[in-house]
């Protein structure tokens, strides 16, 4: 049994019977990182006496403590972990250790999971290229030269080499979904609210939030169960329909999708087309109707960059890093603040609720919408942000409305990356879009 290229339903399903023991399962983790890890980079701290630590406890248990049971997990460098390095991927935060775990990464180790270790991101998340001046540069463990995107571009990589089973991410705008696109995972950011964020550097800011990040969707579903649900210190939304494994059995009632290659007038790479043309046919042949369209984001485009410093100078004011010695890509974020007004900022949520009035007529027409994650081909790894020529239009506008999407491997391109396919749907219709992704998959196998 080669334990690190089983599902991680798969390895729950041996824990929970002990055929297999989570000292097992991590000693067979922690061969495969050993081997990789000096090439592909994709953590900033490893703990591994922490780690058996824990698996020593799992195994005395005399039940399993719960569905995460032994599961090896990395979590994203910008999360709280107690005892566990957390740096953010800033040199101001170097050396620090917090007391205590954020929520979800709170929730999941009750539930069994073992954290292996933090995974690599730009500083505060704030790059679509995975480097810091703490800890270096991830690469792409299908080809060692391209990038894995960002901003959870550490979490993708260690996914793709098999060095944990499972991981969460962030998202703002495309930051779980282009690395899972490129590393050839699934990464999804949830409705906004079905994740708490705790803490959270700007808690009345919806637009980034936790997700899982998964090999597969069932996996993917089995640690969004463990992450999400209410809290008494979110001051933002929740949903009543949450996902579930019990539910991802079963397939959705076909409906009409919306399928569009080139959305918002973005020039998508011929092979990621090729790859993803396919998905018309399958999806026709599960019963779907199809139309060429896509949702009307595009004048949400004039505001990303808004989005972006707002979001930054809050993490600036929440955590007061030295700039003097910060990352370029957060620098600059931080610096555009004086290009925008309070008039531009009530101008653009004039134009985000006119948008949201416009894509929700736009789900009643259609159950979900698709379109590549991606529209260009993995770039060097070493480009610097001023560099990459990547439109983002297909990732940072859905995060405004905050809506579920989800990137999903299907197919690859003439580099031999893999193609994600990219699947949003209304605000929360988490539940029905994980289904819909599960069939697809289902479907393609």
Known sequence: ?????????????????????????????????????SDVNAFVTLDWQAAYDRTHELDQMAQPVGPLHGIPIAIKDIFETKGLRTTWGSRSYEKHTPGYDALHVARLRAAGAVIIGKSNTPEFAFSGQTTNLVSGTTRNPHDLSKTVA?????????????????????????SLRSPAAWCGVVGFRPSSGLVPYNPNPVPYDGLSIPGPMARNIKDLVMMLEVMQGNSSKQPLGFWKNEPSMEGLSASPRSGRLAFDLNPFGVPTDPSICVALQPVADLCKDLGWQLDQAAPDLNPLTHYVPMVRTLSALGVKAAKNPNMDIAAENFVTACHQGPEFSLSDYAEFQVARGQVWQEVAAFFEQYDFALWPTTSGLAFDADAKDHEIREDWRTVTLTPILELPSLSMPFGTSTDGLPVGLHITGPKGSDARLLQFARQIEQAAQ
């Open 150 to 174: 960002g901003s959870s571009g550490g979490a993708a990589a260690a996914l793709a080499a098999n060095m944990v089973a499972l991981a969460d991410g962030s998202d703002l705008g495309g």
């Open 1 to 37: 049994m080669d334990i690190i290229k089983l599902s991680a339903t798969e390895l729950t399903a041996q824990l929970q019977i002990r055929e297999l023991s989570a000292i097992d399962v991590l000693a067979a983790y922690q061969a495969q990182v050993e081997k990789v890890e």
